[in-house]
């Protein structure tokens, strides 16, 4: 960079003036923070163009590691942020006017044109940031109410079998492994995968994609493909195919694979999620556990303390000058005695209680643990990166 740094200025001159012109310490240092300050404005305009060059050829998700900030506030934003507002961009159409910062909202769509008009009710119209950069502006974020009604929009809405053409060079981020994909074609697919367990449910997106040549796209390439900008084409096999049915010939071949991707995915996710109640199994029974040990610890260091006080009754009851003090502490070591039956008793059946509990957190737990899994396929579409 700093060979490039002086076209201005002969840099290698003014490096060689300062050796041979400059001799205390102090005189050097002046001497190249002065040169420093000369070339200031060339050294800030190479790295601009070296950031610039940087964010162009990083692929994204080195940018996201490395939390780049570039001057695009698109760029700024997290993944998810990013989804937001272009499921918005798309739902919203000429409703809104986008820019770099947000956008503004003119009115709604007929669906939900009673909703918000005239800036009243749950949707106001007027001007969203994310993050929110004006006083004046909404902060738009997932659970705003015009953000959920977004988001209903879109799952509600029924699709036909189209052809999705993927723009890599419209994203304006590299994506490395997505550039083997370029001129290729083939079939990807949504599911909805809804698992119910330990009395919650939770819901996750799987997605999956093939190549006309047979090869499966691995890991999140899917997912990436599907946040490219994308031209809709119908589909040369028709609604009834792009909904999930095979295609005929080759194309019923490439159907099977895509297919047993997904369950594999699918595979993955559940013991993923069977796991972490696994661990949850675990920490439940942990508790329970800790809470006998305590129990009966605290039993036992009561019995061991009436013992010693027995044994220190017994010596004194033997040492008594007169029988009516023996006869007394005779009395008293009696009574120990039986509050230390009472606490053993009481130590075994705490013992069986917290069996019981035992059993009936595993009886319990075991219930919740079968996982009642639903799988809705939300489309199927073909695909052509280009």
Same mark, same amino acid.
């Given at each position: 960079m700093l060979g490039a740094i002086g076209s201005g200025v002969d840099f290698e001159r003014r490096i060689a003036e300062i050796?041979?012109?400059?001799?205390e310490p102090e005189e050097i240092k002046s001497s190249f923070e002065q040169l420093q300050l000369d070339l200031s404005g060339e050294i800030n305009e190479a790295m601009v163009k070296t950031r610039q060059v940087l964010l162009e050829h990083f692929d994204e998700e080195v940018q996201d590691k490395l939390r780049m900030r570039a001057e695009d506030s698109q760029r700024m934003r997290s993944r998810f942020e990013r989804m937001l507002m272009d499921l918005t961009r798309a739902e919203l159409g000429d409703c809104a006017t986008f820019d770099d910062y947000g956008f503004t909202l =003119? =009115?709604? &769509?007929?669906?939900?044109? %009673?909703?918000g008009a005239g800036g009243e009710g749950d949707i106001p119209l007027g001007r969203y940031e994310l993050p929110r950069r004006s006083g004046d502006a =909404?902060?738009?974020? $997932?659970? =705003? &109410?015009?953000?959920?009604? $977004? *988001?209903? !929009?879109?799952?509600?809405?029924?699709?036909d079998g189209v052809?999705?053409?993927?723009?890599? #060079?419209?994203y304006g981020t590299k994506i490395s492994t997505l550039e083997p994909y370029r001129g290729k074609a083939g079939w990807l697919t949504l599911k909805l995968i809804s698992v119910e367990a /330990? %009395?919650? !449910?939770?819901?996750?997106? /799987? $997605?999956?994609?093939? *190549? *006309?040549? %047979?090869?499966?796209? &691995? @890991? #999140?390439d899917p997912e990436k493909l599907l946040r490219l900008p994308a031209l809709f084409l119908p589909s040369p096999f028709g609604e009834s195919e792009a909904r999930g049915?095979? &295609?005929?010939?080759? @194309?019923? #071949?490439l159907c099977t694979g895509l297919i047993a991707d997904v369950e594999a995915r699918k595979n993955v996710l559940l013991r993923e999620i069977d796991q972490r109640n696994l661990g949850y199994f675990e920490q439940e029974v942990q508790k329970l556990d800790a809470w006998a040990d305590d129990l009966k610890l605290g039993l036992e260091q009561e019995i061991k303390e009436i013992d010693r006080e027995i044994k220190e009754v017994r010596r004194t009851a033997a040492t008594s000058p007169t029988l009516e003090e023996k006869l007394s502490w005779q009395k008293k070591q009696r009574e120990l005695e039986g509050k230390r039956s009472k606490l053993r008793r009481e130590l075994f059946a705490r013992q069986d209680e917290v069996e019981a509990q035992r059993n009936d957190l595993i009886s319990q737990l075991e219930v919740q643990l079968q996982q009642q899994v639903e799988e809705r396929t939300l489309f *199927?579409? @073909?695909w052509e990166l280009k």
């Open positions: 050796y041979q012109n400059c001799r =003119h =009115h709604l &769509p007929p669906p939900a044109s %009673g909703r =909404h902060l738009y974020r $997932v659970n =705003h &109410p015009l953000a959920l009604w $977004v *988001t209903q !929009q879109a799952k509600s809405r029924a699709l052809k999705l053409v993927f723009d890599y #060079d419209a /330990l %009395g919650n !449910q939770e819901q996750h997106l /799987l $997605v999956a994609a093939s *190549t *006309t040549d %047979g090869l499966l796209l &691995p @890991e #999140d049915a095979k &295609p005929a010939g080759s @194309e019923g #071949d *199927t579409v @073909e």
